[in-house]
T-cell receptor, first 112, second 114 residues
Framework: AQSVTQLGSHVSVSEGALVLLRCNYS??????LFWYVQYPNQGLQLLLK??????LVKGINGFEAEFKKSETSFHLTKPSAHMSDAAEYFC??????????FGKGTTLSVSS | DVKVTQSSRYLVKRTGEKVFLECVQD?????MFWYRQDPGLGLRLIYF???????EKGDIPEGYSVSREKKERFSLILESASTNQTSMYLC?????????????FGSGTRLTVV
């Protein structure tokens, strides 16, 4: 069975600081991995995804994530946080032909 | 721009009522999903559908049913609403169930059962 663990339900950073949101997955076969963002009172928006190929994937708004098979991780990073990055972030995993399984989410707060 | 539209943004219903949550997509997607979102629990899959008149149970189907009579519409039904079904409900659609191209989500329906 697949599962996703997001370490830290709440992460706080200062504007301009590095953002690191952690995600570890469990999957018996090569997974597809995703990060979604949810701004207040909105639905989820796809940030980036890993399916095959290059393990470092770049997404929207300056975010990127690296698939590390040996560590079963897919951490999300951004070099310099902006106030507008404050939102809830969800990591998700799937195998081909199955529905997405989401983590419990990490709320990112950005202070000035 | 592709869209998933959920008919109600906020809904208040009484315990025991039959509740219908409607979702329509305009992307000709085969697959549609209903998730429930609760603080600290993330998104949990209730039901999904790979085709018209098809449905599959997700992780938490108890107390819910679904209907997909047309490709573009996927309805979630609470047969007899209870207070523990107070939650945010998110509908999504995709062209492939494994989200190779990405799920498109609606804005959500916040349901309160009193």
């Amino acid at each position: 069975a697949q599962s996703v663990t997001q370490l830290g339900s709440h992460v706080s950073v200062s504007e301009g600081a590095l953002v690191l949101l952690r995600c570890n997955y469990s999957s018996s076969v090569p997974p597809y991995l995703f990060w979604y963002v949810q701004y207040p009172n909105q639905g989820l928006q796809l940030l980036l995804k890993y399916t095959t190929g290059a393990t470092l994937v770049k997404g929207i708004n300056g975010f990127e994530a690296e698939f590390k098979k040996s560590e079963t991780s897919f951490h999300l990073t951004k070099p310099s946080a902006h106030m507008s990055d404050a939102a809830e972030y969800f990591c998700a995993v799937t195998q081909a032909g199955t529905a997405l399984i989401f983590g419990k989410g990490t709320t990112l707060s950005v202070s000035s | 721009d592709v869209k998933v539209t959920q008919s109600s943004r906020y809904l208040v219903k009484r315990t025991g009522e039959k509740v219908f949550l409607e979702c329509v997509q305009d992307m000709d997607h085969e697959n549609m999903f209903w998730y429930r979102q609760d603080p600290g629990l993330g998104l949990r899959l209730i039901y999904f559908s790979y085709d018209v008149k098809m449905k599959e149970k997700g992780d938490i189907p108890e107390g819910y049913s679904v209907s997909r009579e047309k490709k573009e519409r996927f309805s979630l039904i609470l047969e007899s609403a209870s207070t523990n079904q107070t939650s945010m409900y998110l509908c999504a659609s995709s062209s492939t169930p494994g989200d190779f191209y990405g799920y498109t989500f609606g804005s959500g329906t916040r349901l309160t059962v009193v």
